[in-house]
């Protein structure tokens, strides 16, 4: 039943992707492609001192892909930078190893499933790594201000 709940989820946020559109004021951006499946995404961050103000992606790839850059940038928003790195490693954790879901994950556990099939999860962690990716952009200039 669990399981009807999750794929319900991962469908609704592929069809009906939040936050998918190019980020105006974006000082971080990355792209990402997963070369195995064909997903490709552009994901944009807004960083204000050290904390994720908004976040978005556009692109096109499968409804895995899709659904997780969907879910992942609604999680993001509010979140310091370390703390997205956490989200990141426990998002990854999840996928690829048998750890006990965690309450931090949140919406996320609906994507526990694709960890038996090898072959997407490339998919459901291409937005995650864009997302390292776009958090080590050159910062901007720093001032002692
Ligand atoms: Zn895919």
Redesign the pocket.
Same mark, same amino acid.
């Given at each position: 039943m669990v399981d009807d709940l999750y794929q319900e989820t991962i469908l609704d946020h592929s069809k009906h992707p939040r936050n998918c559109h190019v980020l105006g004021g974006a000082n971080h951006q990355a792209e990402g492609y997963?070369p195995? !499946?064909?997903?490709k995404l552009k994901l944009y961050l807004r960083m204000k001192d050290d904390v994720v103000e908004d976040a978005s992606f556009v692109g096109s790839? !499968?409804a895995?892909?899709t659904a997780s850059a969907s879910l992942m940038t609604e999680s993001l928003k509010g979140l310091k930078r370390d703390e997205a790195l956490k989200l990141l490693e426990r998002f990854h954790d999840l996928l690829t190893t048998d750890s006990p879901v965690t309450q931090e994950l949140g919406k996320l556990v609906v994507f526990c499933g694709v960890r038996d099939y090898p072959a997407?999860v490339? !998919?459901a962690t291409?937005a995650w790594h864009t997302l390292k990716s776009a958090l080590e952009n050159k910062e901007e200039p720093v001032t002692t201000e």
């Open positions: 997963n195995l !499946c064909g997903d790839g !499968c895995i892909s997407r490339k !998919c291409l």
